[in-house]
Structure formats: structure tokens, C-alpha cells
């Protein structure tokens, strides 16, 4: 190639970069995620909130939370339906892998659920017609979250993207929410808890945060503000819900699959800490959130081992021994991996345990008594699909791809539905329906039955 040559591609080459647009800088890491924050993922508390004004807590509505209220018994003061009729679906982007919750703003309820490809999704309760699916930001993977919804009109949920999100919901004609604020986990936190509310509006989240476990408390309002938090807690947290005492002095939650911890709700303090058993479960799916009876305290968990009932004791004092409820691992060699459905009012609890693809479905009573059993529901796994109750004490549960009604007398089939896809977490009971999401993200509404 001639010098001559050589010079001309030369000049082309410094035209052409003239023209290019100047780069753009490196991108760096979230900007929310300064250098302390990765250090030290606690370092924004501050160990009070600042004045709100109300409504605060837990939206006034038939299923605000996970497994509907902070005890976390799955019974709700309605009844649901009696037939298994579809009145409506909808199919929106992305695997559902949590339970909606129903509520949103004061102009009228909707249906929250968490799809995949979007934080949050509200859909009209009446329809199906989607509202709105978007919250116009940047963040998806809600995972095995379920919303809560409260203090005024806020919806919480946490996404594996490491987010825990405050989204105002608007009123049933907009068609975009607005993101309040939401909280980074800079440890590499997938926010794979279901959040609850308490009454003076403290939402309590948790997350995995390198597999040490981070509880925070974020104050209520429309700024973002973190009044506690402790990490590491102890070990892996993942999907699993904090739950309250009857008295919202003690806050409940396992990790590893394993321990059950009880903190101060006011400051984070843990209390005490209780090994259910040694073997540990650190994967994402198992769901072994605690249930608390609402009116003695008594805490009762489903892990791998079986069911257990944990007497919380005194305030100041450590808890009683746990007692086997269910030895399930030890007689049938089934893992709990949902938490139960506590009826008070029968003073009995429902679970399903698996092995494998072979599930059984039990009805204890609270001292463990047998009531009855069902192993003949069909092929699938009982995991993340806690069962729920309606206000006649109907037993609503999803293995695989079906939903079944359940007598709570003996356990007989009151009425079955086939989908076309598997369901992966619970339905939710509303005034004469439910509603329950499938991993093809479709939402199914049953109910409005003769």
C-alpha cells in the first residue's frame, strides 16, 4: 500500500471519529449504592420515624397481605365461592409466583399481583381489564413476593433485582402508577420476602443479602427512610413473611429453614433465637413463614422436618421448648414446605406436605390430634401454595394445576377446577370469589356462583 494511500485512509478514519457522538461514561454501580452502603448494609437507619399523617397500617380490605393479615392464619371474614366457576382471566407478561393482594386506592379496590416482567400489575376485580402494569421505572422480578398494601394507598413489594418498592397506587382511571421511593439492597439482596404492615404503618421487609439475611423496617409516608435494620441475621432469607404477636410486641421469622428468631418490632433487637432443627434449607422456592394463633401467641411453622408449635413465653423471657406437631419427615418421609392455615374458631390447622410429587394434605388439630387427611388430591408438590380459609371454614388449596374446595369437616372435595398450568403459590380469598395467578401469567377469578 503507497504512503499516499495510507495518509487518505488516515484522514477518513480521523473524519469519521469527529462525527461520532462523545461516549458515554462507564457505566458504575447502582448510584444509590455508595461505598458504606455496600460495607454496611444497615447504615441508613436511624432508629425513628418522622410524623405521618393517617390512614396508616394495613389497607381496610379482604386480603391485604400474604396469607391475608400479619399473624398470617390465611382465614379470611368472607366466603368465598361455593363452585368452581371461571368468571374471568387475564394473561399478562411473566411467571406469577406469589398470591395478589386486593385493595389499592380510595376511589376503589383492585387487584395487585406481581408478574414477572413488572413490579406490580393492578387489575380491575369486576373484569380482569388491566389498569395499569407499569410503574415507570427500571426493576422486575417480584419473584415470589406478595404485595401489601396500606398507609394510604401505598402498594410494597420486594423484586430480585435487590428493590424493595413503595408504589402510590392511583385512582382506577389512571393508567401508570408512581414509585414513592424504593430501598436497595447493596449486598447483593434479592427481596424475595412478603412484607407486612404494623398498625402505625412500619412495613417490614427482609432480604437474602449474601445468604447472611437482612430484616429491615422502612417508615411509613412518601419518603424513603429506614428506622432499623439488622444483618446479618443469622443466615439465608428467603421467601418466607415476618409475622406479629397478637399484642405487636414481638416480631417472628425463620431462616435457613431452621431457626425461628423473635425480634423487638420498636428497635430490631433480637430477642431470641430458637433451632427448630438441624437440617437447613437454603433454597428459594420452600416457604416457611410462621403462623401466630391471634389470640394465644402460640407461633406454629412448617419446615422440612414437620410441623411445629413454639409457646413464645414471657416477654422478657426465652421461649418454651417447640413441640412436634406433625413428625412428617420422621412417618412419611414428606416435607412441609408451605406454611399452614390456622381456623381458629375449629382450633385446627391445615398443611400439605410432599414427597416428591406425592403430597399429602393434612387437618390437625392444635394439640396435634389427626383429624383427617387426603393423599388422593392428585400428582404435585405442596411448596410456596399455602392453603386458605373462608369465613364457613372452607379449605381452598392448588396442587399443580388444580384448585380444590375443601369440606373442613372431613376433608371431602366440595368442588375441583383443572387449569392450564401449574399454580406455584396460594389463591386468595375474596366476598364470593378467589383469585390465584399460574407460571403461564395468567390471573384466574373463580367464583360469582348461583
Not at 443479602?209 to 412518601?222: K, Y
Not at 425463620?254 to 423487638?264: H, I, K, R, S, W
Request: glycine share 10%; proline share 10%; aromatic share 6%.
Amino acid at each position: 500500500m503507497s504512503s499516499m494511500t495510507c495518509a487518505r485512509i488516515a484522514l477518513l478514519l480521523a473524519l469519521a471519529l469527529a462525527t461520532l457522538p462523545p461516549c458515554a461514561p462507564v457505566a458504575r454501580g447502582d448510584d444509590r449504592c455508595a461505598g458504606v452502603l455496600q460495607d454496611d448494609v444497615c447504615a441508613e437507619a436511624t432508629g425513628s420515624c418522622p410524623a405521618v399523617p393517617p390512614p396508616l397500617g394495613p389497607t381496610a380490605s379482604a386480603w391485604p397481605m400474604f396469607q391475608h393479615d400479619v399473624q398470617h392464619t390465611g382465614r379470611s371474614p368472607h366466603d368465598g365461592p361455593t363452585c368452581p366457576n371461571v368468571a374471568w382471566t387475564r394473561k399478562l407478561a411473566g411467571k406469577i409466583l406469589s398470591a395478589p393482594a386486593l385493595g389499592g386506592s380510595a376511589e376503589g379496590d383492585a387487584l395487585l399481583v406481581a408478574a414477572a416482567k413488572y413490579p406490580l400489575c393492578a387489575l380491575d376485580t369486576a373484569t380482569g381489564d388491566v389498569r395499569w402494569c407499569d410503574a415507570g421505572q427500571q426493576g422486575k422480578l417480584p419473584d415470589v413476593s406478595s404485595p401489601a398494601l396500606g398507609n394510604g394507598g401505598l402498594a410494597y413489594v420486594g423484586t430480585r433485582d435487590n428493590d424493595f418498592w413503595a408504589i402510590t397506587v392511583p385512582p382506577p382511571a389512571a393508567s401508570q402508577a408512581s414509585v414513592a421511593w424504593r430501598q436497595k439492597i447493596c449486598t447483593d439482596g434479592d427481596v424475595s420476602t412478603s412484607p407486612i404492615l404494623d398498625d402505625d404503618g412500619v412495613v417490614f421487609m427482609g432480604s437474602n443479602s449474601l445468604a447472611g439475611g437482612t430484616l429491615m423496617a422502612m417508615c411509613p409516608g412518601t419518603e424513603r427512610r429506614v428506622k432499623w435494620c439488622v444483618n446479618p441475621l443469622g443466615g439465608t432469607l428467603r421467601n418466607v413473611s415476618p409475622a406479629l404477636s397478637p399484642a405487636h410486641d414481638r416480631l417472628y421469622v425463620t431462616y435457613l429453614g431452621a431457626v425461628l428468631v423473635a425480634l423487638d418490632p420498636a428497635s430490631g433487637a433480637v430477642l431470641w433465637r430458637l433451632p427448630l432443627q438441624t437440617q437447613r434449607n437454603n433454597l428459594r422456592s420452600p416457604n416457611y413463614t410462621p403462623v401466630v394463633h391471634p389470640v394465644t401467641g402460640t407461633i406454629y411453622v412448617g419446615l422440612d422436618g414437620g410441623l411445629f408449635a413454639v409457646d413464645p413465653g414471657p416477654l422478657a423471657g426465652p421461649p418454651l421448648p417447640a413441640t412436634t406437631l406433625l413428625a412428617t419427615r420422621d412417618t412419611t418421609r414428606e416435607r412441609i414446605q408451605s406454611p399452614p392455615a390456622l381456623d381458629v374458631g375449629r382450633a385446627r390447622l391445615y398443611v400439605g406436605a410432599s414427597r416428591g410429587n406425592r403430597s399429602t394434605f393434612y387437618a390437625v388439630g392444635l394439640d396435634g390430634t389427626p383429624v383427617w387427611s387426603r393423599t388422593d388430591l392428585g400428582h404435585g408438590r405442596l411448596r410456596n401454595t399455602p392453603p386458605v380459609i373462608d369465613a364457613s371454614g372452607r379449605v381452598y388449596v392448588a396442587l399443580d394445576r388444580s384448585v380444590f374446595a375443601l369440606d373442613p369437616d372431613d376433608g371431602h372435595t366440595l368442588w375441583r377446577l383443572d387449569l392450564a398450568s401449574r399454580i406455584a403459590s396460594s389463591p386468595i380469598v375474596a366476598p364470593g370469589r378467589i383469585y390465584l395467578g399460574t407460571t403461564n401469567s395468567t390471573v384466574v377469578a373463580i367464583g360469582d356462583c348461583p
